[in-house]
């Protein structure tokens, strides 16, 4: 779920957002921008969701997503995007600039993937990135693979102009993707 509370002399619940279907449904990230809200987590089944239209495909696992909420006297779902394979994927985190919506994750498998092209490698549990275009529906601009031959998990976006920065975990150093760590 999703809820806003106004702020002053005590707290006020304006309004609730239940998010999910017929499963296990959990909302990890959580970003504003102007009026509208962006949720993102992972839902075990595709049945039974909220009045939205998702794009791509749900594999029948936990499969992770990213929906829409517009703000207002009562929330309204205005689209949603499943994200992942046909494995375990779950959007851990989410940023946003203008109508450029980042979210990040992991996800077990590389098959099935809706729509977009990845760099890096997959192996295990990968960490991910997605750059999501918004508009009447969203669209996947393009997908990056962090991590290595370990366990990767992406935990924290931020972004500023062209600038995404994405924080979490790894398991392992080796076949992690082409560039110079420090430390």
Known sequence: FVVEIADGGSPTLNWGQW?????SDHIYGLTVTGDEIYAGGFSSDSTSWEGVTFQGG????DEGF???IADGVSPALNWGQWLGGSNFDYVNSI???GDEIYAGGDSWDSTS????????????DEGFVVEIADGGSPALNWGQRLGGSGDDDIEALAVTGDEIYAAGYGTSTASFETMTFQG
Request: glycine letters at 26%; charged letters at 10%.
């Open 113 to 124: 993937w809706e729509s977009v092209t990845f760099q890096g490698g997959h192996s295990g």
């Open 95 to 97: 940023a946003v600039d």
């Open 66 to 68: 990213v929906v829409e």
């Open 19 to 23: 998010l999910g279907g017929s499963g």
């Open 58 to 61: 749900h594999s029948g696992s």
